[in-house]
């Protein structure tokens, strides 16, 4: 196994030039100390119990005058309103004339063709 022979190898040289390294370069002093802090900085947590409040919004002043001339104003067909009171019940209760069937069936050439390359079944073609 000759892999395991050069990393035997290899790691020895690294770790005599490592011992190399340190009995060759001058010592260093001691470290730069750039402040008194000793340790890990305190962590700064905010307050975990936060009481959202808001004001509620002012009543809106109906009677302005921007209001007023904005409301929509509600006038009935002049049609409706006359005739007598039974004939305006019986157009009320009168069944829908709109009768005409929307949801139609599809027409049968819609259908699947056996001989269509679309065709995915296991049967084949």
């Known amino acids: 196994m000759p892999i395991f022979a050069y990393l035997v190898a290899v790691g020895s040289a690294l770790i005599a030039l490592i011992f190399f390294a340190?009995?060759?370069?001058?010592k260093a002093g001691p470290p730069i100390v750039t402040t008194q802090r000793v340790?890990?900085?305190?962590?700064?947590?905010?307050?975990?119990i936060q009481t959202l409040t808001s004001t509620p919004a002012p009543a809106p002043d109906m009677a302005s005058p921007?209001?007023?001339v904005a409301a929509p104003k509600v006038q009935a067909a002049p049609e409706l309103l006359s005739g007598e009171p039974a004939a305006r019940t019986a157009r009320a209760e009168a069944p829908s004339q709109n009768n005409r069937v929307t949801d139609r069936q599809?027409?049968?050439?819609?259908?699947?063709n056996p001989g269509s390359p679309r065709n995915f079944g296991l049967s084949g073609m």
């Open 39 to 48: 340790g890990l900085p305190q962590t700064q947590v905010p307050n975990p």
């Open 106 to 112: 599809p027409p049968a050439e819609f259908g699947q």
């Open 22 to 26: 340190n009995a060759t370069l001058e």
């Open 66 to 68: 921007l209001v007023l």
